[in-house]
């Protein structure tokens, strides 16, 4: 799945279409649309943010914690992007009963 296909299937469960979220963001439409054929550049970033253990907003320049610890790695590697912050904190929880559980 494209840049594009993800922003465009995120705009259409919030009731939008491309030109709507172009005009209320005031991202251009071919903007947007180049997005398609982008699809090397977003899977590159992401390969280069795993291999780093770096998240992709890091890099984009939209969150200032850089490097993930190996639990949040994993964590974000594996959970449900639905999860809670409750059962988060309960897989945390979990992942730290284990590792105490081996020493």
Known sequence: MTLFDKIQSEAQK???EIPDLAEKTG???STIYTWKSNKANTDSLLKIANFLHLSTDYLLGNDEIGQLT??????ANHAD???TDEQLE???EFIDFIQ???K
Not at 70 to 75: G, K
């Open 81 to 83: 992007p639905d999860m």
């Open 100 to 102: 105490n559980k081996k």
């Open 90 to 92: 309960k897989v945390n």
């Open 27 to 29: 991202v251009s439409k």
């Open 14 to 16: 919030q009731g939008m």
């Open 70 to 75: 190996p639990q949040q790695y994993t964590i």
